[in-house]
């Protein structure tokens, strides 16, 4: 963003925060997101909670893995770092990073947040290659609230984030902007729902499997 500074132009940046730049942005609040998904896998009885973050991070990214171990301790849950999985950020980078995993013998816990729906539906399809079940053997919740989240098998639990909202306050902080009504930068984050389906239960006893990690 550097070479934009300068310019003195009206300028707005949309799903990335900026934290440290003054610049004005609208994205999802990542951390209240991730919050609720670390509270619903807790309230259904899970302690060993896992993430499969993107091994292409991007600011959003950094934000829900940072969030995520946030929010184990608030919650008091023990925060394993081996927990934490790298995995590419496509549907199909996720597919074949999580067969990876389970091809070198790594066990899961019987919980896992993906950083975004892409990675949680190709893990799913590496899980069942594997006999992992979803949500039998493993609840898993993804992010962004994608419409083929709903198609899934199961229907993934996620996140949604409403690109509609965060679209109308960008305009209306640039239009703000352009008129002079907004002097300094605005930052702002549009809050998220989670949408509970079918790829989470009530955690129970783990089977026997040399790929679950036992409670």
């Given at each position: 963003?550097?070479?934009?500074?300068?310019?003195?132009?009206?300028?707005?940046?949309?799903?990335?925060?900026?934290?440290?730049?003054?610049?004005?942005?609208?994205?999802?609040?990542?951390?209240?997101?991730?919050?609720?998904?670390?509270?619903?896998?807790?309230?259904?009885?899970?302690?060993?909670?896992?993430?499969?973050?993107?091994?292409?991070?991007?600011?959003?990214?950094?934000?829900?893995?940072?969030?995520?171990?946030?929010?184990?301790?608030?919650?008091?849950?023990?925060?394993?770092?081996?927990?934490?999985?790298?995995?590419?950020?496509?549907?199909?980078?996720?597919?074949?990073?999580?067969?990876?995993?389970?091809?070198?013998?790594?066990?899961?816990?019987?919980?896992?947040?993906?950083?975004?729906?892409?990675?949680?539906?190709?893990?799913?399809?590496?899980?069942?290659?594997?006999?992992?079940?979803?949500?039998?053997?493993?609840?898993?919740?993804?992010?962004?609230?994608?419409?083929?989240?709903a198609l899934a098998d199961p229907p993934l639990t996620t996140v949604n984030v409403s690109c509609e909202d965060i679209g109308y306050w960008a305009m209306q902080i640039l239009l703000n902007t352009i008129n002079?009504?907004?002097?300094?930068?605005?930052?702002?984050?549009?809050?998220?729902?989670?949408?509970?389906?079918?790829?989470?239960?009530?955690?129970?006893?783990?089977?026997?499997?040399?790929?679950?990690?036992?409670?």
């Amino acid at each position: 963003m550097a070479p934009f500074l300068p310019l003195e132009k009206p300028l707005l940046v949309v799903d990335n925060s900026l934290s440290c730049l003054p610049v004005s942005s609208v994205t999802m609040d990542n951390q209240l997101a991730i919050f609720s998904v670390v509270e619903h896998l807790a309230q259904l009885g899970y302690k060993k909670i896992g993430f499969f973050y993107n091994s292409l991070p991007a600011s959003n990214d950094q934000e829900r893995r940072a969030a995520f171990q946030n929010a184990m301790h608030h919650l008091g849950l023990p925060f394993d770092t081996r927990l934490v999985f790298p995995v590419f950020p496509t549907m199909e980078g996720a597919y074949r990073s999580t067969r990876e995993l389970l091809e070198a013998g790594v066990a899961l816990p019987s919980a896992i947040v993906a950083n975004n729906d892409s990675i949680a539906i190709g893990a799913m399809r590496a899980l069942k290659d594997f006999g992992l079940r979803v949500p039998e053997d493993i609840s898993i919740v993804g992010f962004d609230g994608l419409p083929f989240s709903a198609l899934a098998d199961p229907p993934l639990t996620t996140v949604n984030v409403s690109c509609e909202d965060i679209g109308y306050w960008a305009m209306q902080i640039l239009l703000n902007t352009i008129n002079g009504l907004c002097t300094t930068p605005c930052k702002m984050v549009i809050g998220t729902q989670l949408n509970v389906r079918g790829s989470t239960i009530p955690a129970h006893p783990v089977r026997p499997h040399p790929l679950l990690l036992p409670d």
